[in-house]
Nanobody
């Protein structure tokens, strides 16, 4: 089992920045590929970014490419999402997830409770 707890969300003006954290506990964190998803009101959960430790590769949704950066610190068992140049359309609940390498939320086994990000115009 892997337990995931997100933090770092909040209210920010358009153009601002936030850094989300996802603290993991349970099984060996470094063994798991991890990702960030988000869900806006009335919309389906969508992929944001993925990190695969073994291959040290990252992948981003087109909507956040160049603005968001996913990273992980295996010594701290923590996944991060640095979000810059935020836009109102980035407003959503952000979730970290572990256990798959796809872009489909249904493929992931472990989820955090989510953290709210609100970007005002």
């Amino acid at each position: 089992q892997v337990q995931l707890v997100e933090s770092g969300g909040g209210l920010v003006q358009a153009g601002g920045s936030l850094r989300l954290s996802c603290a993991a506990s349970g099984r060996t964190f470094s063994n798991y590929p991890m990702a960030w998803f988000r869900q806006a009101p009335g919309k389906e959960r969508e992929f944001v970014a993925r990190n695969r430790w073994v291959l040290s590769t990252t992948y981003y949704a087109d909507s956040v490419k160049g603005r968001f950066t996913i990273s992980r610190d295996n010594a701290k068992n923590t996944l991060y999402l640095q979000m810059n140049s935020l836009k109102p359309e980035d407003t959503a609940i952000y979730y970290c997830a572990a256990g798959a390498t796809t872009l489909e939320p249904g493929d992931y086994t472990y989820w955090g409770q989510g953290t709210q990000v609100t970007v005002s115009s």
